[in-house]
């Protein structure tokens, strides 16, 4: 009886997960209909893909790739990063681990060129996720000391304890 309970309750749980994340999706395309400007367009693409990662992952990647032409086209690299950022995370739950490791290049080089010495960190221990996820933790280290090495150079206390929390 017990058991029953906590599948019970355990599907209950993601059926309103899944049931709240669609609700965000379509107030999310009801506000694209509404014809906002670039940035906000090029906000609502990335989050369409962060939102669509755990319902359909061919839904995330073609909203991820909207989301980054359209943050291209803001030339706001903070939007870039963010999309190419969510584009990756898709990949990696995909298990596209190249295409994953890619798109996280191209927001290291973004922070890097911002300066934006959080975002580094969260880039590095990212990328120390995706090698662990692989099994190669020796490389999975070098990035998370490497975000450590970032993260010790901010005041940023959410970003530490998420990357020591890793």
């Keep these: 009886l017990k058991k ?56 995330a990647i073609v909203y991820g790739n909207r989301a980054i032409n359209e943050s291209i086209k803001t030339a706001d690299s903070i939007l870039i990063a963010q999309a190419y950022g969510d584009l990756s995370s898709v990949y990696l739950k995909n298990g596209d681990y190249k295409k994953s490791l890619d798109y996280m290049k191209n927001v290291l080089s973004i922070r890097k060129a911002k300066k934006d010495i959080s975002g580094i960190a969260r880039v590095y221990a990212g990328i120390g996720l995706l090698y662990y996820t692989q099994n190669k933790y020796d490389l999975s280290m070098k990035n998370y000391l490497l975000a450590l090495e970032y993260v010790n150079k901010t005041n940023d206390d959410k970003v530490k304890n998420n990357i020591k929390n890793a």
Excluded: V
């Design 4 to 59: 029953i309970f906590i599948l019970t309750f355990l599907h209950f749980s993601l059926f309103l997960q899944a049931q709240n994340a669609q609700d965000i999706i379509d107030g999310l395309k009801k506000e694209l209909k509404a014809n906002p400007d670039q940035k906000r367009t090029a906000t609502i693409y990335s989050d369409l893909t962060w939102y669509y990662s755990d319902i359909s992952i061919d839904s």
